[in-house]
């Protein structure tokens, strides 16, 4: 996938420290190619399309010791698609004003990225 990667109120402090996670999400992101009919199939189900890109970045962040589906907060009900340290990753293919951070997108409509 092709990507752009735009820094919004992230001082190089900040980009310092989570320098680990943001070369972890690009490596993923450039590890998955964009298809136009993506699939991946597991023992028992074919996932095609979407629900197959959300199951290969799952895999493919688990390997990384990413926690998947991490809990932001409980009220409001926030929860993030994965999260490693002080990082977490929200994908969205909506505009996710509310998050700020550091965001990757694809060349497609297919995800956006925040890094927290």
């Known amino acids: ?8 109120h992230c001082g190089e402090h900040l980009k ?10 690009v490596q993923v992101v450039e590890s998955i190619d964009w ?21 290969r970045f ?3 962040f688990q390997q990384l010791g990413w926690e998947t589906k991490p809990k932001l907060s409980l ?5 993030g698609d994965f999260r ?3 990082c977490l990753l929200r994908f ?4 996710a004003q509310r998050y700020i951070g550091t965001s990757i997108n694809s060349n497609t409509d297919f995800r956006t ?3 927290l």
């Open 84 to 86: 490693k340290n002080w």
């Open 75 to 79: 009220n409001p009900r926030l929860i």
């Open 16 to 25: 310092e420290s989570l320098k680990t996670e943001i070369q972890e999400v």
């Open 35 to 55: 298809q136009d009919e993506f699939k991946v199939i597991q023992p028992r189900s074919t996932l095609f399309h979407q629900t197959a890109y959300n199951k």
């Open 1 to 8: 996938m092709k990507y752009k990667i735009t820094y919004l």
């Open 58 to 60: 799952e895999l493919e």
């Open 92 to 95: 969205s293919s909506e505009t």
């Open 113 to 115: 990225a925040f890094c």
